[in-house]
């Protein structure tokens, strides 16, 4: 399924371009982190975090730099 939130699709990605550096989590009900997408700008990522947040689960969120 494809996220409607997401504006720079990786499928799409030129090889060329820098590898994706920031991840978008969300922590559950009992605080296990799942990570949910990749993103090449720390601003995307956390675009796509508000949108989430803005639905109003239950869930948090928060994105973190990947590490190298």
Do not use: C
Not at 20 to 37: A, S
């Amino acid at each position: 399924m494809e996220n409607k939130y997401r504006s720079d699709p990786l499928r799409n990605a030129s090889p060329d371009m820098p590898k994706p550096e920031w991840m978008l989590f969300r922590i559950d009900d009992n605080g296990n982190e799942t990570e949910m997408e990749r993103f090449r700008d720390r601003l995307s990522a956390e675009r796509v975090m508000r949108a989430y947040e803005a639905k109003g689960h239950k869930q948090a969120y928060f994105v973190r730099k990947a590490k190298t």
